[in-house]
């Protein structure tokens, strides 16, 4: 089902940001030189204010090979919070969107300004005391700009009826 960007972003921005609260990561799907689809985990999408966005493009060697190739993307965004769903389920429908999936084009890949990487940082401090996170997110320097082009939300019958 449509979603109008224009008139619903705000509502997609909270859901991206529910959505990485539960996942920590949205999937990016492209599609390849020899046009086979490809999914990647991001766990570094940010929505701006004006219908585009950016990732940090550290380990996203797929995307990057294949925005060579097409740049059309799908993010697809699913809040797997475990309490949205009990509830939904006792109440037989859902009062936010379960998944959303944005479809856009993959842009420039550019140095990140300091507010990039402050809203990144601000993302990953509960994690900084843990070993990993120094080897995951450490020289998180370049993003790649999207511009977003058209919304869906997720359509689960009765339980989505409302929204």
């Known amino acids: 089902m449509k979603i109008n960007l224009e008139e619903n972003w705000q509502k997609i ?47 996203a060697t797929k995307l990057n090979v294949n925005s060579k190739v097409n740049k059309n993307i799908c993010v697809l965004a699913v809040n797997s919070s475990k309490l ?19 479809y856009g084009e993959l842009g420039v890949k550019r140095e990140a300004t300091k507010k990039e990487s402050r809203v990144f940082q601000r993302r990953i401090r509960q ?6 996170s120094k080897y995951l997110w450490q020289d998180m320097s370049l993003v790649r700009e999207i511009k977003f082009t058209k919304g869906e939300k997720i359509n689960l019958g009765k339980m989505t009826k409302e929204l």
């Not at 949205?26 to 929505?47: C, H, M």
């Not at 994690?127 to 990993?132: A, D, P, Q």
Request: glycine residues 6%; without cysteine; proline residues 4%.
């Open 13 to 59: 921005r909270r859901h991206f940001s529910k959505s990485f609260g539960a996942n920590m990561h949205v999937s990016i799907a492209s599609v390849n030189e020899e046009n086979q689809p490809t999914v990647t985990p991001i766990g570094s999408l940010f929505l701006n204010d004006d219908l585009t966005g950016f990732y940090f493009e550290k380990f």
């Open 84 to 102: 949205l769903w009990f509830k939904s389920l006792f109440k037989m429908n859902f009062s936010e969107y379960p998944a959303i999936k944005l």
């Open 127 to 132: 994690t900084k005391m843990l070993k990993g």
